[in-house]
């Protein structure tokens, strides 16, 4: 089925260590999106990609790195992982020609930082 | 700037009852908005969207929205409450940039249904 796919769905960290979340779509979008969720906040992007080869930094950015590999793949990197960091992690795909379309989600990161 | 305000983080209603969920936004310009619902533990899921058509949206699972300009509201109803309806809510207004557009979120709305 056409989606995003993120993968690992469960991760437990130990400070200080780093990883990547991965995440590919297969829709051909031009735009992709990093978002965190923490209880009472919402979702607040980190870093996006609006096309292969770009990419810029959201609202929470600190703390991460972002690796557009490719059209379909957008990465997202914790070098050296802190407990404030553990959250349910986003990735979403978009269009921009297709803004009514609206993002497509994958089915998230639970992340958590020991 | 465009940013999106949920006035109640959570909300409870008797099964049968209607749900209102509230949501005011800022825009600078004409905007998209949609509502996302997250029921436990799983990913978003699109409910409706307005997109500059029609002020009345329908969405899925009996849902609608009405856009009213004047007052800057997108407020979600639902004339009957289910208990599958248990879930939190996500008001969104896009923001275009630097050659896409980026969502920007409400902090969510938890509905509870009571049997």
């Known amino acids: 089925n056409a989606g995003v796919t993120q993968t690992p769905k469960f991760q437990v960290l130990k400070t200080g260590q780093s990883m990547t979340l991965q995440c590919a779509q297969d829709?051909?979008?031009?735009?992709m999106y990093w978002y965190r969720q923490d209880p009472g906040m919402g979702l607040r992007l980190i870093y996006y990609?609006?096309?292969?080869?770009?990419?810029d930094k959201g609202e929470v950015p600190n703390g991460y790195n972002v690796s557009r590999l490719n059209k379909r793949e957008f990465s997202l990197r914790l070098e050296s992982a802190a407990p404030s960091q553990t959250s349910v992690y986003f990735c979403?795909?978009?269009?921009?020609?297709?803004?009514?379309?609206?993002?497509?989600f994958g089915s998230g990161t639970r992340l958590t930082v020991v | 700037a465009q940013s999106v305000t949920q006035l109640d983080s959570h909300v409870s209603v008797s099964e049968g009852t209607p749900v209102l969920l509230r949501c005011n936004y800022s825009?600078?310009?004409?905007?998209?908005l949609f509502w996302y619902v997250q029921h436990p533990n799983k990913g978003l899921q699109l409910l409706l969207k307005?997109?500059?058509?029609?002020?009345l949206v329908k969405g899925i699972n009996g849902f609608e929205a009405e856009f009213k300009k004047s007052e800057t509201s997108f407020h979600l109803t639902k004339p009957s409450a289910h208990m599958s309806d248990a879930a939190e809510y996500f008001c969104?207004?896009?923001?275009?940039?630097?050659?896409?557009?980026?969502?920007?979120f409400g902090t969510g709305t938890r509905l509870k249904v009571l049997a």
């Open positions: 979403a795909s978009s269009e921009p020609g297709l803004m009514n379309y609206g993002y497509t």
């Open positions: 829709m051909n979008h031009n735009s």
């Open positions: 990609s609006a096309s292969e080869g770009t990419t």
């Open positions: 825009s600078s310009y004409s905007p998209s």
């Open positions: 307005y997109t500059s058509a029609a002020t």
């Open positions: 969104v207004v896009t923001l275009t940039t630097s050659g896409t557009y980026k969502y920007i």
